[in-house]
């Protein structure tokens, strides 16, 4: 048994890890990510992000993104898309701005369209499995709620975001169709504005399937109304998926951080576990080996249920108790 058996014997869809291109040259790395009774999805870290995907305008490369969607399918994984439209990782011709309106617009359209028609399709095609998704618009907002400044929402307002979608939709019918957001794991300001975002894109007819909660959390500070936010996120009519969990803590590490640690991964897992929309739970890696934390937040890391050595941590057990046990 492992965290895919036991997230579907729950009728979750999976339970996933990101990767990313430099890792899975790591062997004992690669084999644990690759057993579907652990992982039954992934998402590329990096590689199908904008500037990895149209480093120059019109240009674009999908090697590295290809080897993890073959990876999937060759493991018979399901595959999150991540990203089309994000203010990060842009490439500097994008970034730059000075594009009229209407000339963005275009970019979108031809960058979303482009990249999601490419792995329309791709992932365990010949497989059990037909669903993956995207995160076809990321981190679209501010703490408080008000949509985050980007050359997108500066030049175009509001309006990227419909536009985004609608490129994706037209590129692949099949895909589910994800806004995706940090902080947004328990209710406040930032959730609420999810809510309403996605109640007025439903009502001006633009394809959304689903609301991504990224969940990089901090250890002994996880909200406690993470059920009641997911189950208004569910109330709108689209799926919900934590995409990108991981509970960080200041290191080092002691057994009292990793004991709180265990309960809070505990209490993300069983939330999403009470509400039949939450269809899945992605962690952000699986290994404190290969996580993004301790480069961003100095002296924090250890983040995820496997150590650096890839040795389970108390967290794993955690999550097998939040969906109920084995
Ligand atoms: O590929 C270059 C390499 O050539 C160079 O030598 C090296 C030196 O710094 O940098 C490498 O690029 C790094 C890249 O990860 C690949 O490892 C970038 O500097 C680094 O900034 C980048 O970090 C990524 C981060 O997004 C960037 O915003 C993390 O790996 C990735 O895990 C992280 O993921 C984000 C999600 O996309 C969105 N939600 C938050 C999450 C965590 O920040």
């Known amino acids: 048994a492992g965290l895919n058996t036991v997230a579907k014997s729950k009728g979750k869809l999976y339970f996933g890890s990101a990767t990313d291109n430099g890792e899975i040259t790591d062997a004992p790395y690669k084999a644990i990510l690759s057993d579907t009774k652990e992982f039954g999805q992934i998402t590329p870290g990096n590689s199908m992000k904008w500037d990895a995907t149209e480093p120059q305008r019109g240009t674009f490369t999908f090697t590295n993104g290809d080897v993890i969607a073959n990876l999937a399918a060759a493991n018979g994984q399901l595959l999150r898309g991540h990203t089309c439209v994000w203010h990060s990782q842009l490439p500097s011709w994008v970034s730059a701005g000075n594009f009229s309106a209407t000339e963005l617009t275009s970019i979108i359209e031809t960058h979303c369209g482009t990249v999601v028609g490419h792995y329309k399709g791709k992932a365990c095609k010949w497989r059990l499995y037909s669903y993956h998704a995207w995160d076809v618009v990321n981190e679209a907002f501010n703490e408080d709620g008000t949509f985050r400044s980007s050359v997108f929402y ?16 037209a590129a692949d019918p099949d895909t589910k169709l994800y806004i995706n957001d940090y902080n947004i794991d328990g209710l406040g300001a930032k959730s609420t504005a999810v809510v309403n975002l996605v109640k007025q894109l439903k009502q001006d007819g633009v394809p959304i399937d689903g609301i991504g909660i990224q969940g990089h959390l901090i250890v002994g500070t996880v909200p406690s109304t993470i059920q009641a936010n997911i189950e208004q996120f569910a109330a709108l009519g689209v799926e919900v998926a934590i995409t990108e969990l991981d509970i960080r803590l200041t290191l080092p590490v002691t057994p009292e951080k990793l004991a709180q640690q265990k309960t809070d991964y505990l209490n993300v897992i069983k939330a999403c576990n009470a509400v039949p929309k939450c269809i899945g739970v992605t962690i952000w890696d699986y290994t404190d080996k290969y996580s993004w934390v301790p480069s961003v937040f ?3 890391g250890a983040a995820l249920p496997w150590d650096e050595n890839l040795i389970k941590k108390p967290a794993y057990d955690g999550i097998v108790d939040g969906f109920g046990g084995f």
């Open 154 to 169: 500066t030049t175009l307002g509001q309006d990227y975001i419909a536009t985004a979608f609608r490129a994706a939709r």
């Open 298 to 300: 100095t002296g924090q």
